[in-house]
């Protein structure tokens, strides 16, 4: 069963809270871990806030602002050089329960925030928190016959003779599955998206003040956390409403994508060119691969005129992944420029053999229930996002540069016309 924050994790299948694993950079692992494991849900974020609101704490440079609708923005105090802001943004929700009412001793009614087949939801195994992060099992027993505009409601039965003593309205829940750890370089956890995401910021955020403590000059690197991504961007499009995003800046929207057999997991972090509703600010998606190409050592996809031997030192991909929709979508639809960088991701939303559940073809009697499980990402990928995230707070390159090449070649070439 899943336990909560504070709860003893893995990494490399050694002890987050014992010997540390050999990895050289297992405290940016462990922090992959650590926030991974967090509950949350749209519209009660709580405790991811929480700990946010601790890791800003413990670093002095950093000022942390929060908007009516409660999105959080945080800045470096006195990087603000006039220049445009380069805001880093996540969100802090994933799909999950929200109990809506109290019906007996050992009934709950509970909604589900966000998009989950309903497949999963036949008499599935629950676990339900309280305010003190005692937890309490439940199964779900059937729909409540009403909905909300942030989604369906569920009946669930409490277990093991339990009360609902200490549940309140707005508490949550979600699947019951185990704690985050990472396995043979893979991430399992009940929420990678979009908390390793979350986690890669914060790690890129300390590689910046690193740089800058360093006596290197960065850009004015942010970081924006949104609220209620899952049930239609609700933060995100506060964020644009409320003017919480400094005009003029740069937004790299950061999330975990569905992986296809064109996006694998383990190909490395994706320079996101656009998805199902959009295509996002060509310059920025297109300075994003300039710098990939940088810290990656070679373009995503070799070119017919790179030598057989040419490799890169590190993997990384450059997709539209046209699957879903992101963040970015919205910030570009308000007249930001913006893009994405992603993750691939496996069990999408918790979703084992979705291509198969998605075709009507899943076999139960090969698998048994359908179940919802740990979504997963490899570790390196997560790494490869943070050093790219890194070099772009380091130098993000202008969008004169492709158009400067073809000035160069027009000039050079231009007497053969």
């Not at 964020?239 to 996006?263: V, W, Y």
């Not at 990384?316 to 993750?343: N, P």
Request: proline share 5%; aromatic share 6%; net charge negative.
């Amino acid at each position: 069963m899943s336990t909560i924050p504070g709860s003893v994790t893995h990494v490399s299948g050694a002890s987050v809270n014992g010997a540390a694993s050999a990895h050289p950079r297992q405290e940016e692992l462990r922090t992959l871990v650590r926030i991974t494991n967090v509950p949350t849900a749209a519209g009660r974020e709580q405790r991811v806030v929480r700990e946010l609101e601790a890791w800003i704490a413990a670093r002095p440079e950093l000022k942390l602002s929060t908007d009516a609708a409660g999105n959080m923005l945080v800045s470096i105090d006195g990087a603000q050089d006039g220049t445009a802001p380069l805001l880093i943004t996540a969100h802090l929700d994933h799909p999950a329960f929200v109990i809506e009412r109290l019906i007996g001793p050992g009934t709950v009614e509970v909604s589900f925030r966000g998009g989950v087949h309903d497949l999963f939801f036949v008499n599935a195994p629950i676990v339900l928190l309280t305010q003190g992060d005692r937890q309490v099992r439940a199964r779900l027993i059937g729909e409540a016959g009403q909905t909300s505009p942030a989604g369906k409601h569920y009946l669930a039965e409490l277990l093991d003779g339990q009360s609902g003593k200490g549940l309140n309205v707005g508490d949550i829940g979600r699947w019951e599955m185990p704690d985050s750890e990472i396995i043979d370089g893979v991430l399992h956890a009940p929420a990678c998206d979009d908390l390793a995401a979350l986690a890669a910021a914060l790690c890129a955020m300390d590689g910046v003040l690193k740089l800058r403590a360093s006596g290197k000059k960065t850009g004015d690197v942010r970081l924006l956390f949104t609220r209620a991504e899952e049930i239609g961007f609700v933060g995100a499009i506060a964020a644009c409403k409320l003017g919480t995003i400094p005009k003029g800046s740069r937004l790299l929207a950061l999330e975990n994508s569905r992986a296809f057999a064109d996006s694998p997991i383990g190909g490395g972090p994706i320079v996101r060119v656009g998805d199902r509703i959009s295509v996002f600010t060509p310059w920025l998606t297109s300075a994003c691969a300039q710098r990939a190409e940088e810290v990656f050592n070679g373009p995503a996809t070799a070119r017919a005129s790179d030598p057989t031997n040419v490799s890169r030192k590190r993997p990384w991909q450059r997709k539209l992944m046209a699957g879903g929709a992101c963040e970015a979508s919205v910030f570009c639809s308000h007249g930001y420029e913006a893009t994405c960088i992603c993750l691939p991701l496996g069990n999408y939303h918790n979703m084992p053999f979705l291509t198969e559940v998605q075709e009507g073809r899943y076999d139960e009697k090969a698998h048994g229930p359908a179940r919802c499980a740990r979504e997963f990402i490899h570790s390196e990928d997560y790494l490869g996002m943070v050093d790219l995230l890194v070099a772009l707070g380091e130098r993000l390159p202008g969008g004169e540069g492709f158009l400067a090449r073809l000035d160069k070649m027009y000039e050079e070439r231009k007497y053969v016309l």
